[in-house]
């Protein structure tokens, strides 16, 4: 797994690779999508499919570029191609992104040859928000990070759905598990329970 920080919102996207095929799922190209297709060039890697955790326009603004299927949750599809969903247009931008290939719902794996994605409906942040679960790690987007929670003030929020998702899906995740959040640096779940000031 490889983490690049990308865009004006340092948004971080994952590159999850399958070692013996270099298959390559991405997850949250959120800018920059020339750097980030240098870096799968750089090591030969052979993207097959996007996963977005949201559809926040700093999340998704590269998915057109690799010319692969796009994955989020049922919920958030039509922030792919309306600005005003995506908050981009918010910000003087006009961000669209082709269509979802694949609608995602809690309970849903994901494959990659032989490598499982588990999909963790996680709202709160956003109605559709998603955790994704994989080999003792979770790309948690913008739900949970290190030492804090994902924002709730903004259109589509809710703290208390928030708070609920993280302590439900999350939480009761082994305390072991690492945490790859949306921006920031990663934690574990056992790190997140004993210190995180939001979570008491």
């Not at 326009?57 to 969903?85: C, M, Q, S």
């Not at 709160?124 to 948690?140: A, E, N, Q, R």
């Not at 924002?151 to 072991?176: A, Q």
């Amino acid at each position: 797994m490889d983490r690049l920080e990308v865009g004006p919102m340092g948004a971080n996207c994952y590159i999850v690779t399958h070692t013996p095929t270099k298959d390559a799922c991405i997850i949250d190209p959120g800018g920059e999508p020339e750097r980030i297709m240098d870096f799968i060039k750089k090591n030969g890697l052979k993207p097959k499919f996007i996963m977005n955790t949201h559809g926040h326009g700093d999340h998704i603004i590269g998915n057109g570029y690799f010319g692969v299927p796009i994955y989020i949750h049922r919920l958030e599809k039509d922030f792919l191609t309306d600005p005003a969903l995506n908050l981009s247009g918010a910000f003087g931008l006009s961000i669209k992104t082709p269509k979802a290939s694949k609608l995602l719902e809690d309970g849903d794996k994901v494959y990659l040859n032989d490598l499982e994605f588990e999909i963790l409906h996680t709202p709160g942040h956003t109605p559709g928000g998603i955790s994704i679960k994989l080999d003792g790690v979770v790309f948690t987007g913008d739900t949970l990070f290190a030492g804090t929670v994902g924002r709730t003030d903004l259109p589509d929020g809710d703290e208390k759905v928030l708070l609920g998702s993280i302590r439900s899906k999350l939480l009761t995740l082994d305390d072991d598990t690492v945490v790859y959040p949306g921006h920031g640096q990663e934690s574990t779940i056992g790190t997140e329970k004993e210190s995180n000031p939001f979570l008491k």
